[in-house]
């Protein structure tokens, strides 16, 4: 009977203890099921994820439709700055040159330039004196106004930071001739000097010129970030987003509703816009059709027919020219017979179809400068280019006196276009007895490499359009390459100081035909498209080499 | 025991000096500089070779450490060429979202592989068991970022129940802190899932065998407090084990689902300065690693020390 008491009690006693603890568990289950129930439910009644923050609409234009108030960006890259002056990355131009920073000049639709901060330009007949007369009343987003030492001080701070600025002007400065004007006097002739100012890299911006204390002592950077575009900088949380915001004092120029590439009347539709930094492209892409971004730049090639659907614009670009650079310093590629050689013996078409996987995505086309450029474009040349003729290439090989030694060819494995392009290169140049080494590195080591000119023969790359010749990097001295050859460089210094534009396209022609027909500084492959893609609820997205973030509007 | 955690903080000092002197070189020693990164591709060389003099990256490599790391033990941890802030803030920045991940993460491994793990050992053999076993394999087997852009595909793009990416602060609201975290969670917490449930089941079927055991259930104990009191706890050892090397593990920064998912973690916030070359980040960050590895294990022995009073860490 006492036995039985006891485990009666003991039963009882483990019966409560065990009833308390599955209280307590169901309990905290019930807790973790309700938050994650909630905190999913809660995206459900705010739609799309970009609606997470704060998104009033406005409606700005008169039309009726309403706008969402932010808009989202994915940018494919980090920018390593915003200082325009000192870096060439072109997501950094794409975030801030017409949205932050303006300039005299800028860029119009078929690569010209037009005013922008210059009401009016003038220039005397020999291209030794510009004269640039400022709009005024633009303000600054620090309130100040725009005056002509700002532009100074700007523009001065350009040509001290861009070596190519300033030997077009010959070490020339600018000066303030009153508080709305200024001018420069080249000591030579420098009739592309507004197409210089308004290129797409390094290009010039005009800021406060206490703007210059902000000056970073270690980088030499500017560390604040003040213009007079439509948009202000107002915050970079690294590795995440650059936040602009609309600038309310914002001094519109042209007429509106008129675009003519970065050139025209701005209007900022959405008060904040979001450049996410979204390096994975696949991310970009599920991010696009998920609706957390508006706007998905520099797509996957491979993603391409997803957005073959009409709720969604495309926008291809031709971005760059790749192709392979050689020596001439030292080394293999010293021999301009051994680089006819090896251009005889590229077949471009699969080299591209290598690098690019679909013909959607290049075009072949000999011409240094690209179609669009409609004054520069020329053909002189093309029939060394694309040769693909192996019996030719092994003719010439032999006659470089040729004896198998190594042909080292640098790429870069961040870029994987160029890494399948070498892939084929280095085929093709097997295919003709050649003994190719292919050395793979990450970027940061590749440009290390390209610098030393005992590291390779020939390296892979690609170039941005140039609005003149003269600024093609694979016919400049200084740039790796190194290239040495007196025609080219005395042609080239003869378009930068011809007084015009019929002398200096034909001596343009001229020096590209010698550069295929004799020296062969390099083996352009083709010209490369990449795309980007405006999401279902964007409306008249200015594009140009980038979306504008101007008169970007976006349906709630 | 206060011997033993006095020690094992001591311990730290030889870790980190090997560990700083084995990272400054292999990044100094690397090629590739940041003041090109900076510069970009179209830079002369004189532009760089200039730059380079002013980020006292030409001052011979000896120096360069030294003035580093006394640096380091006076609070100056470097300055990064590409982002703002002291070495201390771009840190905590970057870690912040690497803990909420983790922790939560850990959280979802561990509400599903505890009680999986314990059916599985209670019910060997059976058909649950069978059924749990596969699901810890899936877990271990499948990749990440597999799970990731399968997650992505259904839950954001298809169903649109949660976000594709991205990341909000704390700051901005708790809900929309774990919203955000949700998919990177469960693509991380999986393979985590998989190795605690398969811990958990072997740990179990271990204590469940023994004698003691038997002994409770001859004496008619219920078999709830059966395994949670009695196996369990003598189970945990191993278990907290396992769940002291996943959170490291994640900790460490789960690069490619931070990728995925674009989170300003640990993880991308590595990869981005290792690529672009920002010596001062890339030391910082192997370091304060290196430092959390050992503090980490220290507490799960620490632990040990709870789970199981048997255990003497002075011994």
Not at chain 1, 19 to 33: C, E, G
Not at chain 1, 75 to 85: E, G, R, V, Y
Not at chain 2, 123 to 132: E, L, P
Request: net charge negative.
């Amino acid at each position: 009977m006492r036995n039985a008491k006891f485990k009666k009690r003991l039963g009882g006693d483990t019966m409560k203890r065990t009833n308390t603890w599955k209280k307590i568990v169901s309990v905290l289950l019930t807790v973790v099921i309700c938050i994650t129930i909630v905190g999913c439910g809660s995206s459900s009644q705010s739609g799309s994820s970009s609606g997470d923050s704060e998104s009033n609409t406005v409606s700005t234009d008169g039309s009726g439709e309403t706008y969402k108030d932010e808009i989202h960006i994915a940018l494919n890259a980090a920018p390593p700055t915003l200082d325009l002056n000192n870096t060439t990355a072109t997501v950094a131009r794409q975030v801030a040159k017409g949205s932050i920073f303006e300039g005299l000049v800028t860029l119009t639709d078929d690569y010209g330039y037009a005013p922008e901060l210059a009401e009016s330009i003038d220039t005397n007949d020999d291209y030794t004196e510009y004269v640039y007369h400022l709009r005024e009343g633009v303000k600054f987003h620090n309130g100040q106004e725009m005056k002509a030492e700002d532009v100074v001080a700007s523009l001065n701070h350009w040509l001290d930071c861009y070596q190519d600025a300033s030997d077009m002007v010959g070490g020339a400065r600018f000066e303030a001739v009153d508080d709305y004007t200024v001018k420069i006097n080249p000591t030579k002739s420098a009739m592309f000097f507004n197409e210089l100012m308004a290129i797409t890299s390094q290009g010039p911006i005009v800021f406060p010129a206490s703007s210059l204390d902000s000056i970073d002592p270690e980088t030499g950077l500017l560390t604040e970030y003040i213009g007079t575009g439509p948009y202000k900088f107002e915050e970079w949380a690294e590795d995440q987003y650059i936040l602009l915001t609309k600038y309310d004092e914002y001094l519109p120029y042209g007429t509106q509703g008129e675009l003519d590439g970065w050139s025209g009347y701005k209007e900022a539709y959405a008060s904040k816009v979001y450049y996410d930094i979204v390096p994975d492209g696949a991310t970009r892409v599920a991010g696009l059709q998920s609706g957390e971004y508006d706007f998905g730049m520099v797509l996957p090639n491979d993603n391409y027919d997803l957005f073959s659907s009409d709720e969604y614009t495309v926008y291809k670009d031709v971005t760059e020219q790749p192709g392979l650079i050689y020596n001439k310093k030292q080394g293999l590629a010293t021999n301009q017979t051994l680089r006819q050689a090896i251009n005889t013996a590229l077949d471009m078409d699969q080299v591209m179809q290598a690098g690019y996987t679909s013909s959607d995505f290049y075009r072949l086309d000999s011409s240094y400068m690209f179609k669009e450029q409609a004054s520069w474009y020329c053909t002189e040349g093309s029939d060394n280019y694309n040769v693909a003729d192996t019996d030719k290439a092994k003719e010439l090989l032999k006659e470089a006196g040729y004896n198998g030694e190594t042909f080292r060819i640098i790429v870069s494995s961040d870029y994987s276009t160029f890494y399948n392009a070498a892939i084929m290169v280095e085929s093709q140049l097997e295919a003709i007895g050649m003994d190719v080494e292919l050395i793979v590195s990450d970027w940061a080591t590749f440009l290390s490499n390209r610098a030393d000119e005992t590291a390779y023969d020939a390296f892979i790359t690609s170039f941005d359009p140039v609005l003149t010749p003269t600024m093609f990097l694979p016919l400049s001295p200084t740039w790796a390459g190194w290239l040495d050859d007196e025609f080219i460089i005395s042609g080239l210094d003869e378009i930068n100081t011809a007084t015009n534009m019929d002398d200096a396209v034909a001596k343009w022609a001229e020096v590209q035909k010698y550069c295929y027909d004799t020296y062969m500084p390099y083996s352009k492959f083709g010209d490369a498209f990449n795309y980007s893609v405006a999401g279902p609820n964007c409306k008249e997205v200015k594009y140009l080499m980038g979306p504008c973030a101007w008169n970007m509007k976006v349906v709630e | 025991m206060k011997k033993y955690i006095i020690k094992r903080i001591l311990y730290i000092i030889p870790v980190f000096f090997v560990i700083s002197v084995v990272v400054f070189l292999l990044i100094h020693l690397t090629p590739g500089d940041p003041a090109r990164i900076i510069l970009g591709d179209r830079a002369t060389e004189a532009k760089v070779l200039e730059l380079r003099e002013t980020m006292g990256l030409n001052k011979p490599i000896v120096v360069q450490y030294v003035d580093w790391i006394c640096g380091f033990f006076k609070g100056d941890w470097g300055q990064s060429v590409f982002m703002k802030g002291t070495m201390q803030e771009i840190l905590l920045e970057h870690i912040k979202p690497t803990v909420s991940l983790s922790i939560y993460a850990l959280l979802l491994a561990l509400i599903f592989s505890i009680p999986l793990g314990t059916i599985a050992a209670k019910h060997r053999g059976s058909m649950a068991d069978h059924a749990i076993s596969v699901f810890s394999m899936f877990g271990i087997s499948i990749p990440s970022f597999l799970m990731g852009l399968l997650l992505v595909l259904l839950m954001a793009v298809k169903l649109n129940i949660l976000p594709s990416s991205g990341y909000k602060p704390i700051e901005s609201g708790l809900l929309l802190h774990i919203k955000y975290l949700t998919l990177p969670a469960i693509s991380l917490g999986l393979m985590e899932a998989g190795l605690i449930t398969r811990m958990t089941r072997s740990a179990l079927l271990e204590v469940l065998n023994a004698d003691y055991i038997k002994m409770a259930k001859a004496k008619g104990v219920h078999p709830f407090v059966l395994t949670f009191k009695h196996a369990f706890r003598n189970a945990l050892l191993p278990i907290i084990t396992v769940i002291g090397y996943s959170f490291i593990d994640l900790l460490s920064g789960a690069v490619v689902v931070e990728s995925i998912f674009n989170i300003p973690g640990v993880g991308q916030l590595i990869i981005n300065s290792i690529v672009r070359r920002d010596y001062q980040v890339i030391q910082a960050i192997v370091l304060v690693i290196a430092i959390m590895n050992v503090v980490i294990n220290l507490l799960v022995d620490l632990i040990y020390g709870i789970a199981d009073p048997r255990v003497r860490l002075d011994k």
